[in-house]
């Protein structure tokens, strides 16, 4: 198989005319992946002590630390310092399952995103981009 990410789809001919004695060889072509799908966003867990004293509780939350001008993110709303609370309508458990579930979609896609700003949550529509 090719290197990347991508698959290979191999043809083999099932009909050969009988005037033909040439062995026609597999025809492979390379289709590549889809585009992932893409946040912008730099995010990192939020520690059981901060969401304490900030009246979370044990829910999980991503503290944004990071929302590049420009990125889906940022287009969406979202600065530094608020907290993701729930994607795709489901909370978010931790930094690996969000980013799998934004790169799970397709670019252009719109995807529900909640957070937290000053206590108050904000729904909120960020179309997935494409990674630069």
């Known amino acids: 198989m090719p290197s990347g990410l991508q698959s290979t789809l191999t043809l083999t001919p099932s009909f050969i005319p009988t005037q033909c004695e040439a062995e026609l060889p597999p025809?492979?072509?390379?289709?590549?992946?889809?585009?992932?799908?893409?946040?912008?966003?730099?995010?990192?867990?939020?520690?059981a002590g901060l969401r304490r004293q900030l009246g979370i509780g044990n829910q999980p939350v991503l503290d944004v630390l990071f929302a590049p001008e420009g990125s889906p993110a940022s287009r969406a709303g979202l600065q530094a310092e608020d907290l993701i609370v729930e994607f795709l309508g489901k909370p978010v458990t931790d930094r690996d399952a969000f980013n799998d579930a934004v790169e799970s979609l397709a670019p252009g896609t719109?995807?529900?995103?909640?957070?937290?700003?000053?206590?108050?949550?904000?729904?909120?529509?960020?179309?997935?981009?494409?990674?630069p």
């Not at 937290?116 to 990674?131: A, S, Y």
């Open 27 to 47: 025809i492979e072509i390379a289709i590549p992946a889809p585009p992932k799908g893409y946040s912008g966003v730099y995010v990192s867990p939020l520690n």
């Open 110 to 131: 719109p995807a529900s995103l909640v957070y937290l700003r000053d206590g108050k949550r904000m729904p909120v529509t960020m179309t997935v981009g494409e990674r």
